[in-house]
């Protein structure tokens, strides 16, 4: 059972830093290609970052330069580190991992999401 288990968001001021981690179980994490997606209230859900296996990164134009994801093979982690965090960074944060084969025909994963705000 594949599972994707995000933590670290929660309030901040304008300005400020959190750091989001995602554990991912169930998957070959070292194969997968692993990302960060957010959805705003009345918005569709959004790219963030994206990180392959070979450690290739892509960002949202929005959080360029403010936004870095990294990932750990051993401890099957990916993280978000967020900086400089405006108000319109406020959203429910997703991972998502997308492995190189499917299994019973699946290759997207997708977290519960955890809640970030940005106060003014």
């Known amino acids: 059972q594949v599972q994707l288990v995000e933590s670290g968001g929660g309030t901040v001021q304008a300005g400020g830093s959190l750091k989001l981690s995602c554990a991912a179980s169930?998957?070959?994490?070292?194969?997968?290609?692993m990302g960060w997606y957010r959805q705003a209230p009345g918005k569709e859900r959004e790219l963030v970052a994206t990180i392959t296996s070979g450690y290739l990164t892509n960002y949202e134009d929005s959080v360029k330069g403010r936004f870095t994801i990294s990932r750990d093979n051993i401890m099957k982690l990916v993280y978000l580190q967020m900086n400089s965090l405006k108000p319109e960074d406020t959203a429910v944060y997703y991972c998502?991992?997308?492995?190189?084969?499917?299994?019973?025909?699946?290759?997207?994963?997708w977290g519960q999401g955890t809640q970030v705000t940005v106060s003014s």
């Open positions: 169930g998957i070959i994490f070292s194969s997968a290609a």
């Open positions: 998502y991992a997308k492995t190189p084969i499917a299994t019973m025909g699946r290759r997207d994963y």
